[in-house]
């Protein structure tokens, strides 16, 4: 099932919930929510109701469950209580307004833009000077990785993680199982910190290396983010501890950005110079590089070319 179908049924769960004042028994649920509708059988039904109720609870939303008045110990149905779950309402100063509007812009071209938007245009709705400029400040951040919203919903639904990870100089990626603590951006790259639980060990984890997506393990809400974690200070430190390294590449007339930052350059015949480049992250790499066509060939290392090679192919594969 697809990440926004399952949104989708979350989202129907909860507006079902909070849209009438009485409990809702599960039979009700189930003929209401398509999804529950077309589950195939009873046993189904029940595993992903189970599944939606502990998520939604993991998430901090309080489902109560209200017992039968014939003190038999049967179960009447589920609700949400409005008051325990809806917000007071909002009161901002023109300071605080303005933050949010700077943050809502931040995510203006990323993936979570829309909801960032819709967010920004009720407080406006309400009288908030959300949308005032602030001179001189860049509010701009991508996150054009596949696995960015994943993680970002792994992460506060307390819920661990399984994925390919690439690592530089790997031809293979390797399976890791990952309990997410937090998602951050360093120097215009997206990075996951967590607990891995196949090395027993707080991990940091580049966003551009995973590879294919990640998938949900275990129920959410099954461990505890350490008070003390910080991912910032995480991902710095892991960035210092990675090193330089370094890719020979052949170019062609029209690699000009490439030719300025080089650290090294040789001419060779016909235009073309053999260049030594300063990297960290094949996968960064290589996407620049694929962007260049055939102007640029990659000499070393393997694990570069083989990148390169490999967004290739996808391209082909996908084609015009």
Not at 68 to 77: C, K, L, Q
Not at 176 to 203: F, I, K, N, T
Not at 283 to 304: D, H, I, K, T
């Amino acid at each position: 099932m697809s990440q926004s179908a399952r949104t989708e049924r979350l989202l129907n769960l909860l507006f079902a919930l909070m849209s009438v004042g009485r409990p809702m028994p599960k039979s009700e649920l189930r003929s209401v929510i398509r999804a529950y509708a077309e589950s195939p059988s009873d046993e189904a039904f029940e595993r992903m109701f189970e599944r939606d109720k502990d998520e939604l609870r993991g998430m901090g939303i309080p489902i109560d469950t209200v017992e039968g008045s014939d003190g038999a110990g049967g179960i009447e149905g589920y609700r949400i209580a409005f008051e325990d779950y809806a917000l007071p309402e909002v009161e901002l100063t023109a300071d605080e307004a303005t933050v949010l509007g700077i943050a809502a812009r931040v995510w203006e071209q990323a993936a979570l833009g829309p909801a960032a938007q819709q967010a920004l245009r009720k407080l406006e709705a309400s009288g908030a000077a959300a949308g005032r400029e602030v001179v001189g400040v860049e509010t701009r951040i991508a996150t054009a990785e596949p696995a960015f919203p994943i993680l970002l919903d792994a992460v506060a639904a307390r819920r661990a993680v399984a994925f390919g990870y690439r690592r530089p100089g790997d031809v293979e990626p390797t399976a890791r199982r990952v309990q997410p603590w937090g998602v951050a951006s360093r120097r215009g790259h997206w990075y996951l910190v967590g607990h891995d639980l196949d090395r027993e060990a707080a991990r940091v984890f580049r966003l551009s290396r995973i590879v294919g997506t990640p998938a949900g393990l275990g129920a959410p809400g099954a461990y505890d983010i350490p008070a003390d974690a910080d991912p910032i200070t995480m991902i710095a430190s892991a960035a210092r501890d990675g090193g330089d390294r370094t890719a020979v590449v052949i170019v062609g007339p029209g690699a000009a950005s490439l030719r300025r930052r080089a650290r090294q350059r040789v001419v060779l015949d016909g235009g073309h110079e053999r260049l030594v480049l300063d990297f960290a992250d094949d996968e960064a790499l290589a996407r620049e590089l694929v962007g260049f066509g055939p102007a640029v060939v990659v000499e070393e290392p393997e694990s570069l070319r083989a990148a390169v090679v490999r967004r290739l192919r996808v391209l082909v594969e996908e084609g015009p």
